[in-house]
């Protein structure tokens, strides 16, 4: 079975950065893309950042231009620098491989908060 983990939120001020990172237990990157999701309560989870099989990224609209999202295969780790946050982008941030374009592959793991207040 193959677990995801995520780490590395925390509390930060507006305009702070954050790098978060995804371990997998498998490497399947070059099989499947990965994306990173973010939930909120009472909101459904949306995919905010993804990288393909092949190394295309792509960003939802609200984080293009701030956040970055990368893999370094030799750990099997798929990271999401953050910059210039603001307090929309609370939220618990979850990574999954990708089915698809967008539809998550695995069951989802603890995710990490992530938390922007002054």
């Known amino acids: 079975q193959v677990q995801l983990v995520e780490s590395g939120g925390g509390l930060v001020q507006p305009g702070g950065s954050l790098r978060l990172s995804c371990a997998a237990s498998?490497?399947?990157?070059?099989?499947?893309?990965m994306g990173w999701y973010r939930q909120v309560p009472g909101k459904q989870r949306e995919l905010v950042a993804r990288?393909?099989?092949?190394?295309?990224?792509n960003y939802a609209d609200s984080v293009k231009g701030r956040f970055t999202i990368s893999r370094e295969n030799a750990k099997n780790t798929v990271y999401l620098q953050m910059s210039s946050l603001k307090p929309e982008d609370t939220a618990v941030y979850y990574c999954?491989?990708?089915?698809?374009?967008?539809?998550?592959?695995?069951?989802w793991g603890l995710g990490t908060q992530v938390t922007v207040s002054s």
């Open positions: 999954n491989y990708l089915n698809g374009a967008t539809f998550p592959l695995l069951s």
């Open positions: 498998k490497n399947f990157f070059t099989i499947y893309g």
């Open positions: 990288i393909t099989s092949g190394g295309s990224t």
